[in-house]
């Protein structure tokens, strides 16, 4: 797993790997420059289009003015707009522009015009990962004019403005792409920042993840491959009843979509035998969906024992049976998989939280989250009250959404690397229960049924998306999941 390193302490990692590589901070900033260079060459292959890097006095200006050398021995039209005299500078930002050519154009900010050509690059290398204070004087002025421009935007590291680890207090600059080093910042993953950091891009410029596990806190970004490890594999003499005996819950009359999502769901994720528990007047909707799919009856709920997983709450209303669910909790001791309408119930009687049995998983998005929590004023805050949350009830808490957080009880927290805004359809969160739910009855342990699960129901919401964009619905997610399989060589 990628560990996401506090801002206080990337400093700390830098010295600690140019200690460990016997490098100097020089040459850091060079591989950093390269990585990004290697990037940008890639995806922009239009050496004509003129580049403007903004370059603050610190190292970030100095990561912007190695770029600036790299792009220019490259045929790229380059120019440097800085806002300190040289003397003002960090010493690697020194060094990185007494190595400059004599021909680049550099400029001072408080003489430049911005008056850009139509199609241009602005290159923010302003602040970096160590700011502790809304912008102010000429940095929000800048800022305020670079948002104003029509350009391609990218921030090196991370939008100058965004506190590393914190909730912005004022304006940043509004990155189409952030490149950043080595992991994300914690608060580029916040929904309150989607308007500044544009497209996340992250580069690797040669810190190990031992080095980074070091000096992290317990938050990890989940990667391919991450995912490989925590994946079963069965063999060519495996039944179905290895691949897991699993039942969904839920649906209401007149709203049985929901639970037979979840019910396909399951079945696409591998599930051997999927039960499906609806009320009595929609009991034969299943055999229309997917004839896979077997109805389960009444009585056939005195027999949890017979479920290796179970999942609760899609499409169930919240008028449903409470004795019945709190009975299910007392009954089924093994993890379960608790969503939507479960997950309101759990609110109006938190008393059933008690009665969760250990490891369960709860996935709400942040609604759902709040009715359970209280309000919170800020991503930074539900991240804090998720981890709480996980702590008490000896649960794990799926925080959906971009970048969706999972809280373990042992106080981790991951960050799903999958998933884009098409998959915010009706829908695509009974879909993620089915997945889970099938990851579970296959004999996954809860942490690696959440962590596959999130990252297999984004992966298949961005195949899906692949030819549907905005058209793209739940049911092309469902369809999409066995192509994660064979994207992540899980067979």
């Not at 991450?226 to 649906?251: E, S, W």
């Not at 969160?429 to 999130?454: H, K, P, R």
Request: aromatic residues 10%.
């Amino acid at each position: 797993m990628l560990s996401i390193i506090p801002g206080k302490k990337v400093s700390q990692l830098d010295q600690a790997h140019i200690q460990r590589e016997g490098i100097s901070g020089l040459e850091l900033m060079e591989s950093a420059a390269n990585a990004f260079v290697s990037w940008f060459i890639d995806k922009f292959k239009s050496p004509e289009v003129p580049i403007y890097i903004f370059c603050g006095p610190g190292n970030n200006g100095g990561d912007g003015i190695a770029i600036a050398r790299l792009l220019y021995q490259m045929g790229y039209q380059i120019s440097i707009i800085k806002f300190e005299h040289l003397s003002n500078c960090s010493s690697n930002f020194q060094a990185n522009f007494n190595r400059l050519p004599k021909t680049i154009p550099i400029m001072d900010f408080d003489t430049f015009e911005f008056i850009l050509p139509e199609k241009t690059f602005v290159i923010d290398a302003v602040l970096g990962v160590g700011l502790d204070r809304p912008l102010s004087g000429i940095y929000l002025d800048l800022i305020l004019k670079l948002n104003g421009l029509s350009a391609t935007k990218i921030a090196i590291d991370i939008p100058s403005g965004i506190p590393s680890d914190g909730v912005l207090v004022g304006d940043a600059f509004h990155a189409d792409y952030s490149v950043t080093f080595q992991f994300p910042k914690l608060a580029m993953l916040f929904p309150e920042h989607a308007l500044y950091t544009g497209e996340i891009i992250i580069v690797d410029i040669g810190i190990s993840d031992g080095l980074l596990n070091q000096f992290g806190e317990d938050k990890f970004f989940i990667q391919k491959k991450d995912l490989a490890i925590r994946h079963k594999f069965f063999h060519k003499f495996c039944h179905k009843g290895d691949f897991g005996r699993v039942l969904l819950i839920g649906g209401s009359p007149g709203k049985v979509g929901a639970i037979l999502m979840a019910s396909r769901a399951a079945l696409r994720t591998g599930s051997g035998l999927v039960h499906c528990h609806l009320p009595g007047s929609e009991s034969s909707s299943s055999l229309v969906v997917a004839p896979e799919i077997m109805a389960v009856t009444d009585s056939e709920l005195e027999m949890l024992d017979n479920f290796d997983a179970i999942g609760v709450g899609p499409g169930w209303g919240i008028q449903n049976d409470f004795s019945f669910f709190e009975s299910l909790l007392k009954r089924f001791r093994k993890p379960v998989v608790i969503d939507a309408d479960g997950l309101n119930t759990l609110a109006l009687y938190p008393h059933l939280l008690k009665l969760l049995p250990e490891q369960s998983i709860l996935t709400p998005h942040f609604k759902e989250f709040e009715r359970l929590v209280g309000d919170c004023s800020n991503h930074l805050e539900r991240l804090e009250k998720a981890r709480s949350f996980s702590r008490k009830n000896n649960c794990i808490l799926i925080l959906k959404g971009a970048f969706t957080s999972i809280s373990l009880p042992n106080g981790k927290q991951f960050f799903n690397s999958t998933g884009n805004q098409y998959m915010a359809t009706a829908g695509s969160g009974d879909v993620l229960t089915g997945i889970i739910t099938s990851f579970l009855g296959q004999g996954y342990s809860s942490e690696n049924a959440a962590i596959c699960g999130v990252y297999h129901h984004g992966l298949a919401g961005e195949l899906a998306s692949v030819s549907k964009k905005r058209g793209m619905i739940a049911s092309d997610i469902i369809e999409a999941i066995p192509e994660t399989f064979v994207q992540m060589q899980v067979f």
